[in-house]
């Protein structure tokens, strides 16, 4: 968890222009989407504000696979 912190930030995506279709379609309507970016490795994280802290997080699905694009393969058995 700690590690979230260390993200690169080469990108914010803020819009739904600025994310491709299929991403939106993966995120989870629960998801804060105000603060969002993807990291250099493709995979989205969002900022969350927790009461002791704010990190970063990976954005996943609703299988809690991380939403990425371009998309990464799935897991054996998922």
Known sequence: ??????????T???S???VPALVWARVPG???LNELLQG????F???????????????RD???IPVCDPP???PEGV
Request: glycine share 12%; with cysteine; aromatic share 6%.
């Open 72 to 74: 990464r393969p799935r």
């Open 30 to 32: 629960s998801t804060p």
């Open 45 to 59: 994280w969002y900022l969350r504000h927790g009461p002791l802290e704010t990190v970063w997080v990976p954005v």
């Open 1 to 10: 968890m700690s590690l979230g912190g260390c993200v690169g930030t080469s």
């Open 40 to 43: 250099p490795d493709g995979c």
């Open 12 to 14: 914010t995506p803020t």
């Open 16 to 18: 739904r222009d600025q």
């Open 62 to 64: 609703s299988e809690s």
